[in-house]
């Protein structure tokens, strides 16, 4: 647990007692509300759809299956228009600035710096294939996705692949983590050189004894093989906070952006 510095502490010490003194009043509206100056039914789908996708990339919102029905063609405009694109950019932006410094602090040491990314909405992204299969908002189809994951057409996101490549420059050991299954190695790495990813240290993916765990299950033990390797986890990427949790956490995790869907 982090704790807070003694000046925010003080600081809500002083609104909790201003706010006493004044009386109780409502801070927080909940996300079905409306401001008064918004009239709409399209500005309400809106202001709540952009609420709901931060509740989401917080973990606020818990598991969830599909995304709100009045939110598919929030979820298209953010997809496909600027925003996503700059959210990705800052997260990698992010991700740079600490990587610098993390290779510096880490030294010279025995363990070797490496960086672990996720594949599906990390480094690669099935938007040509959420597209057409609403967005999130319908039941996720296994087959038709493995058929797009045999395709091997997945673009590259832009920015994480600058980040990948840079990553590398500095002396990183890049390692692949995906929940796609073993059968899917030829064409993930196929994807993966279509979308001009190269030399990674390694790409793992689930074996038939994952079957049954959780992400976060599987991807903590492949994480504490890495490290019993003798790699020292400096970063992780990844679009689902269940890449990112659990036992044998990189020095700093790096969540990207992704509204369409949840993996346990």
């Not at 008064?36 to 931060?54: E, K, Q, T």
């Not at 990314?117 to 908002?137: H, I, K, M, Q, R």
């Not at 929940?179 to 994807?191: D, K, S, V």
């Not at 993916?205 to 093989?225: C, F, M, N, W």
Request: glycine content about 6%.
């Amino acid at each position: 647990m982090r704790l807070l510095p003694l000046v925010f502490v003080l600081a809500l010490a002083a609104a909790s007692a201003a706010a006493s003194a004044s009386g109780p009043r409502s801070v927080l509206r909940t996300v079905t509300d409306v401001p008064a100056a918004v009239s709409s039914g399209d500005d309400a789908d809106a202001l709540f759809c952009d609420s709901w996708r931060l509740s989401v990339e917080t973990a606020n919102a818990g598991s969830w299956v599909a995304i709100p029905a009045r939110c598919a063609a929030f979820v298209r405009d953010y997809m496909e228009g600027p925003r996503y694109a700059s959210d990705s950019a800052v997260a990698a932006a992010d991700s740079l600035a600490f990587a610098s410094g993390a290779l510096a602090a880490a030294g010279a040491g025995a363990a070797r710096p490496a960086w672990v990314f996720d594949v599906d909405e990390t480094l690669l992204s099935n938007a040509p294939y959420y597209a057409v299969n609403g967005w999130g908002s319908q039941e996720f189809n296994e087959t038709s996705f493995d058929e797009w994951v045999d395709a091997a057409k997945a673009p590259a996101l832009p920015s994480s692949l600058k980040l990948y490549n840079e990553l590398q420059g500095l002396g990183f050991h890049v390692i692949l983590l995906t929940g796609r299954a073993e059968f899917q190695r030829n064409p993930t790495e196929a994807n993966l050189l279509f979308a001009r990813y190269q030399s990674w240290e390694k790409l793992i993916l689930r074996q038939p004894s994952d079957i049954g765990k959780t992400a976060v299950q599987y991807k903590s033990e492949r994480r504490a093989a890495m490290e019993a390797e003798g790699f020292k986890i400096l970063g992780n990427s990844g679009d689902q906070w269940s890449d990112l949790i659990g036992s044998q956490m990189a020095t700093r995790s790096f969540k990207l952006p992704n509204p369409m869907y949840f993996i346990s």
